[in-house]
């Protein structure tokens, strides 16, 4: 239940108020800047505005998956303590309820795990009790099984399906959160929830939909708590043990923030390999023109040719194993820009085939530019990789900042090395308006309708369109798997 503030809480919120402004009605991101900017009571009230705003979705994750209110309430402090560590890192900073969902999957996933160490569970003998226990703990696993899955969509659905479904905001709330169109918001928030229903069974859908929107408000006592100890975590931790709140909250949070600071370090790693090998040109590019290295003849198999005949063939081989050691930049365009395209809902689309088993995908060229205001948008575009079917393998987000505005030109994204198919396809989503996109260059290498095109138009897991005005100027960077297994 909802209790109203104290008179010493509402006398601070008022001092707050008058000193830093009205903070409820800020953005996550402003909220952020002032609770980075200022370690005093105004980054409390800034950051006990997040609580107020995202605590009763954060809670309800959290309970869904502990299925216990208690160990909830802990979990869902530990998720903010993160957060408050973790504020500056946050790059897409108007999906911060987006962000807070992935942690709070994390921390509850973790505190779970730490709970069944701690004591196991009582049994119910009632048959009644026991069967209320089944029914919630369907429901549950239903909810766990919705979770993994909305945790697995790209940020831009999972932003939308957050604020919306989770948080129970309007499209046009949701759309000022994001700095968005409601449009945009409304198409996204269908493409996600078809996502989610493909992936998900009946059964699963039936009872995820009968959950409430999010619960009853978080009271002003635990939005003060937490902003508090937030603020303490950050500035001097050592005060949290004076009992603002429990030992094992700020052990869970430390728990989580450690396994946070490997993941980015093994990121960073594999960027810096990845760069180095650029920079000192230990590798070269070869176009896939020349197509895959040549089979062995069967002759070599099966006959005899005298010394002098392998001899002879000798630097042909060598040439051969050379080219298979090489990495391959694979291509369709002729390098020609004829045109230029951003194409609304939908993303810019290659087939490609491997020159064999276990090479990895480790970095893209696209030849384009950016459009729309000078600054550019404070969020990603992805870059994905598909099977054949275009069902999607991995996601890659960067930057809008990424391309530049003026000339179409190329630009190299690096990707973290991932395993590709035989027969795959890349796909590079903007998610294009009338103030922001990027215009992909085609050749002209036109396709009559029916033609087997390379490129088209399209996003994972939905309908595509061939694209007949040429192919586009998008270009994969294969490494081979000894290689690969060198750079690990």
Known sequence: MTSGPSGALLMKQLRALC???????????ALLDRFLAR?????????????????AMVFRVCRAI?????DAEDASQAVFLVLARRAEAIRNRDSVASWLFGVACRVAARAKVDAARRRERERRGAELAAQTVSENRGQSEACNRLYEELERLPEAYRAVIVLCDLEGLTHEQAAHQLRGSVRTVQRRLEQGRQRLRRRLSPQITSLASGLPIAPEAISAACVETTARAAVRFVTNPGTLAAGSVPASVVTLA??????MALNTLKLTAIACFSAGIVAGGLVTQVRSAAGPPPAASPLRAEIDLGPRVVAALAPAEKEKE??????????????????KKSIAGSGHAVRFEAPGDGWLLTSIRLHG???????????????????????????FPFPYSTFKRGPEDWVRMALKPTKVPAKFIVCVGFDPAATKGVYVSHDGQKKKDGDNSSSFTGLPGDTSQPFTQGNWLIRVRLEPPK??????
């Open 19 to 29: 000193d830093g402004g009205v903070v409820g009605g800020l953005a996550d991101g």
């Open 39 to 55: 370690r005093n009571t105004s980054a409390e009230a800034a950051f006990g505005a997040l609580v107020e705003r995202h605590g």
């Open 66 to 70: 502990l299925r216990d209110s208690h």
């Open 254 to 259: 430390e728990g989580v923030l450690k396994t």
């Open 322 to 339: 050379k080219a298979k050691e090489t990495v391959r930049e694979l291509t369709h365009d002729d390098g020609k820009p004829a045109g």
């Open 369 to 395: 530019s950016r459009y729309g205001y000078p600054k550019p948008p404070n969020e990603d575009f992805t870059v994905y990789l598909c099977d054949e079917n275009f069902q999607q393998i991995a996601a």
């Open 483 to 488: 290689k690969a297994d060198a750079a690990g």
